[in-house]
């Protein structure tokens, strides 16, 4: 490994032994094995849940790095570390991913040929469901929603719409005051409906792919971190986890991967969308529908972070994205870790003696797509650009700037 330095060597060892250790244990998730349908084996503290998946496909690229984050505004002595979850793929970005391997492998069992499911009208989760179900040659239809004023024109291609649109979705728009009295259970099983009778053989993904299935997607982020854990040298352990909360699904997984598992660290969900309350009765069920034994109110403590609602963005937080994009070089999207971490940094600001020598890892779920939906509200946060301004003494000779 000529010009490779001893530090870099060792950081090459530790991501290939953790890689070796989760597919001894796991599926295998190297890039040989993508679009890879493999039996599923449960971490050990986890075989008592039920049921226990059969198999995942290898949709996404794990394990992903977890790195120090030094945002500003932290605690004395409180250590921030951020685990990559936005590094799981490019159109498959983000911690949707994780819950589509497990969902995407029953609807092949199930001999679908097409997908449904539905989120807001910039949804990471719909981008990645159709982007996974292209992969898998199963047709997408994706039940977008809106404000009243746009649910009856072309909903346009920005962000997550340019690649759900690319690969060929099918994009039904519904208005927010249509969900609103309809429900998302009632609207995917009529256009199942509708599906079948044209003979098509749908499976219903449910919002954000959380339900007990979806779970499981990070249950299994809790052993990647165990083992990434396990693999350093210095005996990190973190205090606490943060994360964002959208739909309840990730915060179920990794809530109860790290009560049941080794990591015993206390997490934190900030919700971007209704409210905590909603949340802890939803995240329950969940937990039942595992037969987990466990209160979700002792497992996961959250956090109000909406502000003005989902998908809706204060210009305090908006700026908030910038700095640390400015400070730090992490991009967060303005709907959910942008919020998260906005409403973490609130936390530690109203009581900085709670958080004071803890190690945090903070779970960056993705969503970069989404920036380009709030271009203009960040318009005029960007000023750092100018027209080159050359010397008239600098010698200029036609054709010697060839442009490739």
């Known amino acids: 490994m000529r010009g490779v330095s001893t530090l870099s060597r060792v950081t090459l060892e530790l991501g290939r032994s953790t890689r070796r250790r989760r597919m001894s244990a796991t599926s295998v998730h190297s890039m040989a094995d993508f679009l890879s349908k493999n039996p599923y084996s449960p971490p050990s503290w986890a075989s008592h849940l039920r ?9 996404a690229q794990v394990p992903t790095p977890i790195h120090r984050w030094n945002l500003p505004g932290l605690p004395n002595g409180t250590e921030l570390w951020i685990k990559r979850d936005d590094f799981t793929g490019m159109e498959l970005s983000g911690n949707k991913v994780r819950k589509l391997e497990f969902l995407m492998a029953e609807a092949v069992d199930q001999q679908a040929d097409t997908v449904i499911t539905m989120g807001g009208i910039q949804s990471n989760h719909c981008r990645a469901t159709a982007v996974a179900s292209n992969y898998l040659n199963l047709n997408t239809h994706l039940i977008l929603r809106t404000s009243k004023l746009l ?68 249950i299994e982020a809790a052993r990647e971190i165990e083992e990434q854990l396990k693999s350093r040298n210095d005996g990190l352990k973190f205090d606490d986890i943060v994360v964002a909360c959208g739909s309840g699904g990730t915060i179920a997984g990794i809530s109860l991967g790290s009560w049941l598992g080794a990591l015993k660290a206390k997490v934190h969900a900030f919700s971007v969308c209704d409210n905590p309350d909603y949340f802890y009765d939803f995240v329950q069920g969940l937990l039942d529908g595992l037969q987990a034994g466990v209160k979700a109110r002792d497992i996961v403590s ?42 973490l940094i609130n936390e530690m600001t109203k009581d900085p003696k709670n958080w004071e020598g803890k190690k945090i890892l ?14 203009d509200e960040m318009a005029s946060l960007m000023g750092n650009w100018c027209r080159m301004d050359v010397e008239e003494s600098v010698p200029r000779k036609d054709g010697v700037g060839k442009m490739f």
């Open 51 to 59: 049921p226990i998946p059969s198999h995942t496909f290898s949709l």
């Open 151 to 218: 649910a009856d024109e072309d909903p346009g291609l920005i962000g997550n719409l340019l690649v759900e649109r690319l690969v060929g979705a099918n994009v039904h728009l519904i208005s927010k005051e249509e969900y609103s009295s309809i429900g998302s259970v009632a609207l995917t099983n009529a256009l199942k409906e509708k599906l079948e009778k044209e003979g098509k053989k749908p499976y219903v993904i449910p919002v954000g792919g959380s339900n007990s299935l979806g779970t499981w997607g990070y």
């Open 302 to 343: 959250i956090h109000n972070a909406k502000g003005k609602g989902y998908a809706m963005n204060t210009s305090e937080e908006l700026k908030f994205v910038k700095e640390v994009a400015n400070s730090t070089g992490v991009i967060l999207d303005p709907v959910y870790s942008g919020k998260a971490a906005y409403g």
């Open 362 to 375: 903070f779970i960056h779920t993705g969503g970069l797509l989404g920036l380009y939906d709030k271009v």
